[in-house]
């Protein structure tokens, strides 16, 4: 019978929904197990080979888990609003649904191609009104507590998607998503008051099984530091409030800084000599993003108030106040003292404008660079703080300060308030409207789903304004607090809304009276495994973290924490058509005859395609014309064989460049497997020289898909088919069935058909239990030893594991090329180390 994998798998799709086998039961009695992957955005571009890495990973998770009895909920949806639609929209003059329902359908065949066990009974997007109507009422809920506030804000702006970013959202100053310069702007905006939940978010890592690397990024965002508020008193007879996490360097402080943005400098307006000097330092200064602002390499630039100065508090002398780009008016207070002998800005700064530099801790040379890695040192020049370690010194001045009522101790956070306006179209509309008397106010719960409407245009303007603006039908509304004339919010929520909590939804997908009952919360929480990828480490998954931590705090979901477990996944690459190696061999012939040598013609292409050309190996995109589609791959050679190949393809925690060969050699082992048919002995019987490997393999398998280990769960299989074909004496039914079940969770679709044809069981494949193994024989009953002559490696010879040693003596003497050496010599001494070597000393 012939392999033929393009009747086997479409048969198989079709059974398993029949049949509903991997549809969750709401609360079944057995075990629940909530698989989870990171719902995809349906693309224009179409799925490519990268993208089902995760949901490939997860899925032999979850078929494990069947076998094992759990009742598993193992999901998929559509996190459907966003950008790309909207911008391919209006340049194509359709609607964004439209072509995102299109979208939608194209990767849903393509996954379900792909044989993945997903519930799709379960399926949700977020663009269904049924669903932002949640979305939505969670965002009321946020506001009613106090969560949710509108404020005039310096934003990030793209200049490109005409729309604000938040913090997250900006990656080295420029546009997370489409690479633009973000500027300041200063709107109002719709923020979200995570701040309130950084410590929680902070120490409920400890609560959570998550890779060290996620729980690093996650706490170095939130930036929790310690130190102190201090307030200087200035000229102007204001006190200037700084925050530092070094008060005992107090001493130090020889100037202070203010951010450009520090509202003191327009109430010290008529008291500064130089205001037209300082404005237009502020002008420039709001061209810049925080990235460029502070970092350390550049160079330092500032302006000196002429007119207000202020006083340190620990020795009374006077200092100036500079206002300079690199202190942040987002940050701790926005201004700061400055400390230029242990804090490296500051010192470029003093150097640039000629200012004191005081060393207080010992160590440094600090008239020739700063001396910051002092945590440990004693102090100097410091009044009532000398010769106290910093340590001590900082617990004693913060005393002194608070003695004083001029400070105290400070804890602060670099995690900002999210930014939740968007200036678009397709988003899910923001519940409130404003009234000229009642300001804003949230809109009654029971209007839920707020739609959002039709309309003509969906261009953003410059103005940043959303294009919801212009449908005056739809703005103008009644007040839901007074009855008058009030007007809806024009903006929309950031893409993150949906995906904040679409987890929850998939526990009870068509609850109409709430986000999902209690039962099926109470049920399924908390997600058990969530598998994703790092660079939504600080968006989604803090964020997410965020909302389901303020539904616990109101008593909707019952758990702390979304996600008991997260994992992550490496990317799949593609080959750089740009490099010179990947070009094909004639070109690259040419342009090192053109150029003279290798290195010169790689230059060449550096010249024309930039830095990237010197990578070989670089992430699929659409620009560079090497993504693989998965298509026409199980089209040619089955979606079992993609499957296995993504999945041996390497760790699957790490990166790894996709090769066309390598999914051959995949579909090798399936239709060796396949094969395995054609030798079936009719005994239910495991042959004891098949034993043990059988039973290392159940062990190794099921070990390896528990901590992701897939490509090693598949050598041990194809090792086991090669150890079959060895025998080459066939394969009985009951180690069929074995191998079957092992191979099934990586290629469904041929092992039910193996099932069914060569009858190993009742029912399908996927509805049995998975293999188990008796440790004892997993052990070998038989091992190596090595022979030794004189301490030299002469042979190896194959003894049962718990041979005697006089035995295991005789058995090495016998081996032939043991005999011929010793033959005629004197033994003078056998050494035997058990189940290792055999020693002789021959003389
Ligand atoms: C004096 C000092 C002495 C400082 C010293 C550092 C070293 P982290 O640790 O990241 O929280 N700072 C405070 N507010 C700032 C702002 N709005 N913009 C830019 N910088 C600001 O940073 C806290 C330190 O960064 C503070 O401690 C302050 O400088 C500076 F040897 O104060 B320090
Ligand atoms: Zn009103």
């Not at 060969?661 to 497997?673: F, I, N, P, S, T």
């Amino acid at each position: 019978m012939k392999y033929d994998h393009r009747s086997i798998e479409p048969k198989w799709q079709k059974k398993w929904e029949e049949k509903g086998a991997f549809h969750a039961e709401n609360g079944s009695p057995k075990e629940k197990f909530y698989a989870l992957i990171e719902f995809p955005y349906p693309s224009g571009a179409g799925l490519h080979v990268g993208h089902p890495r995760p949901y490939i990973g997860l899925d032999v998770v979850a078929r494990k888990r069947r076998l094992q009895g759990y009742n598993v909920l193992y999901p998929i949806g559509w996190d459907a609003f966003g950008l790309p639609a909207e911008n391919y929209a209006i340049k194509n003059h359709v609607h964004p649904e439209g072509i995102t329902r299109e979208n939608i359908a194209r990767y849903k065949r393509q996954i379900q191609s792909l044989g993945i066990s997903f519930d799709w009974s379960r399926e949700i997007a977020t663009i269904d009104p049924e669903y932002y109507k949640w979305t939505q009422w969670i965002f009321l809920q946020l506001y009613k507590h106090g969560l949710a506030y509108k404020k005039e804000m310096n934003v990030n702006w793209c200049t490109s998607c005409k729309c604000v970013l938040a913090n997250e959202e900006v990656v080295n100053g420029v546009c997370e998503r489409c690479g633009s310069e973000v500027v300041h702007k200063v709107k109002s905006q719709w923020m979200l008051k995570i701040t309130e939940y950084a410590q929680r978010l902070i120490d409920d890592l400890d609560k959570v099984d998550y890779p060290e690397r996620v729980r690093l990024q996650q706490k170095n965002w939130i930036g929790r530091s310690t130190g102190a508020e201090v307030d200087f008193d200035t000229s102007a007879g204001d006190k200037l409030k700084i925050y530092t996490t070094r008060p005992d360097t107090l001493y130090g402080a020889t100037y202070m800084v203010i951010s450009p943005e520090h509202p003191y400098i327009e109430k010290w307006a008529d008291k500064l000599d130089n205001m037209g000097e300082i404005r237009e330092y502020q002008a420039q200064a709001a061209r810049k993003s925080d990235f460029e602002r502070t970092e350390v390499a550049k160079e330092k630039t500032g302006v000196k108030l002429l007119g207000v100065t202020a006083v340190n508090p620990v020795n009374d002398k006077e200092i100036p106040i500079f206002i300079s780009d690199y202190v942040l008016v987002s940050y701790g207070t926005g201004a700061i003292m400055a400390v230029p002998a242990h804090d490296d800005r500051d010192w470029d700064f003093a150097k640039k404008f000629n200012l004191p530099i005081i060393e207080v801790v010992k160590g440094g040379e600090v008239q020739s660079a700063a001396f910051t890695d002092c945590e440990t040192g004693i102090m100097v020049n410091s009044g009532i703080l000398d010769g106290l370690s910093v340590e001590d010194a900082k617990v004693k001045i913060t005393e002194f300060l608070e003695e004083k009522g001029i400070g105290h101790a400070k804890v602060n956070y670099k995690l900002r308030d999210w930014v939740f306006s968007r200036q678009r179209y397709w988003g899910e509309p923001i519940p409130m409207v404003y009234c000229e008397k009642c300001g804003w106010q949230p809109i009654d719960e029971s209007e839920l789903p707020l739609r959002l409407p039709q309309v003509d245009s969906y261009e953003p303007t410059d103005t940043g304004e959303s294009p919801l603006a212009k449908m005056t039908d739809w703005v103008n509304t009644t007040c839901p607090h007074c009855g008058g004339p009030a007007k809806r919010e024009t903006d929309t929520m950031p893409q993150w809304a949906g995906s904040s909590w679409y987890f929850l939804r998939y526990m009870d997908p068509s609850n109409d009276k709430a986000l999902a009952s209690k039962e099926a919360l109470e049920y399924w929480s908390p997600v058990d495994w969530y598998n994703g990828g790092m660079e939504h480490t600080t968006l989604h998954l803090l964020y997410s973290r965020f909302w389901h931590k303020f539904l616990y705090d109101i008593g909707v979901v019952p758990t702390p924490e979304p996600y008991g477990k997260r994992t992550s996944h490496g990317m799949i690459l593609g080959l750089n058509p740009h490099n010179l190696q990947n070009l094909p061999s004639s070109e690259q012939k040419k342009l090192i005859e053109e150029h003279g040598s290798q290195e010169k013609a790689q230059a060449a292409l550096r010249e024309q395609f930039g830095e990237m050309a010197d990578h070989p190996i670089v992430k699929m995109s659409k620009s560079l014309n090497n993504v693989v589609n998965p298509d026409d791959l199980v089209e040619e050679l089955g979606a079992d064989t993609v499957r296995l190949y993504e999945m041996f393809i390497g760790d699957f925690e790490k990166s790894a460049p996709w090769s066309t060969a390598g999914v051959k050699g995949c579909r090798r082992l399936a239709d060796r497997y396949w094969a395995l048919q054609d030798n079936l002995i009719d005994s239910e019987d495991i042959r004891p020289e098949l034993e043990t490997s059988l039973h290392k393999a159940i062990k190794k398998v099921g070990e390896d898909i528990e901590t992701l280990k897939f490509n090693t769960a598949i050598a041990t299989l194809m090792a086991l088919i090669n150890e079959i074909g060895q025998k080459g004496k066939g394969i009985t039914r009951g180690e069929l069935k074995i191998f079957t079940l092992l191979l099934n969770p990586f290629a469904p679709h041929i092992t039910e058909e193996v099932w069914e044809a060569c009858a190993l069981g009742e029912g399908m494949a996927c509805q049995q239990s998975w293999p188990e193994y008796d440790e004892q024989k997993t052990k070998d009953s038989t091992v190596e030893i090595v022979v030794q002559i004189k301490g030299k490696v002469r042979s190896r010879i194959n003894v049962p594991a718990d041979i005697s040693k006089e035995d295991a003596l005789a058995a090495a003497k016998a081996d032939e090329k043991i005999a011929a050496e010793i033959a005629g010599k004197e033994i003078v001494k056998e050494i035997y180390v058990p189940g290792k070597l055999v020693n002789l000393v021959i003389k």
